[in-house]
């Protein structure tokens, strides 16, 4: 069973600070997709970037990135020049690579962007 | 991008008495919905697998008794929550896949916060 694992519960930092999200995952997969989500107060899930395992680069969208490390099964998200609007529950999850599969998430970040 | 509705993104009710939410896909067919259980501050559980035209997959510990789904077309999947009791107050989030779409993500809707009295 594929498991994903976020061990920073919650995190604060100041705006315009760089800041960066871990999770860990366990699969015995080759091929799946990697996710980080935001939901904000809201609740409405975001997708924030999304990394296919057989890419070796690392995903990024705008001010987001990714440091993919496959061989340690490591995941973790950067966001740089963080905003006040970056204030939300991050989740990190996995899917194997097959339509339709379904999203495991671990339990989330809770980051605060500070003024 | 994709849009998932879902009906209505709130709802009181008593204890004894049966909910449903509605989970649309807006501009695209969908043949997987999937629907979340989520407690405050804590992640998304996964209820069940809904496939168009077939019976849902649930997840282990969900009771499929309590918890009726019903993926009648493409664009539309049910959730009732039978015989509501306080316990079942929650957030309720679905999730649709396209039909043709050949990467994910799933599509989420926006949610529905569900207080049984």
């Known amino acids: 069973a594929q498991t994903v694992t976020q061990s920073q519960p919650e995190m604060s930092v100041q705006e315009a600070e760089t800041v960066t999200l871990s999770c860990t995952y366990d699969?015995?997969?080759?091929?799946?997709?990697l996710f980080w989500y935001k939901q904000p107060p809201s609740r409405q899930m975001i997708l924030v970037i999304r990394?296919?395992?057989?890419?070796?680069q690392n995903a990024t969208e705008n001010r987001f990135s990714v440091n993919f490390q496959k061989a340690a099964k490591s995941f973790s998200l950067k966001i740089s020049d963080s905003q006040l609007g970056d204030t939300a529950m991050y989740f990190c999850?996995?899917?194997?690579?097959?339509?339709?599969?379904?999203?495991?998430f671990g339990k989330g970040t809770r980051l605060h962007i500070l003024p | 991008g994709a849009v998932v509705s879902q009906h209505p993104s709130w709802v009181i009710c008593k204890s004894g008495t049966s909910v449903k939410i509605e989970c649309r896909s807006l501009?695209?067919?969908?043949?997987?919905m999937f629907w979340y259980r989520q407690f405050p501050k804590q992640s998304l559980m996964l209820m069940a697998t809904?496939?168009?035209?077939?019976?849902?997959?649930?997840e282990q510990g969900v009771e499929k008794d309590k918890f009726l789904i019903n993926h009648a077309s493409l664009t539309l999947s049910t959730l009732t929550v039978t015989s509501a009791h306080p316990e079942d107050s929650s957030f309720y989030i679905c999730?649709?896949?396209?039909?043709?779409?050949?990467?994910?993500?799933?599509?989420f809707g926006p949610g529905t916060r569900l207080t049984v009295l």
């Open positions: 990394q296919e395992a057989y890419k070796q």
């Open positions: 999850a996995f899917m194997k690579q097959v339509r339709d599969d379904k999203i495991i």
């Open positions: 699969t015995s997969e080759s091929n799946y997709y």
């Open positions: 501009d695209f067919q969908a043949t997987t």
């Open positions: 999730s649709a896949s396209e039909r043709q779409g050949a990467r994910p993500p799933q599509y």
């Open positions: 809904s496939n168009e035209g077939s019976k849902a997959t649930y």
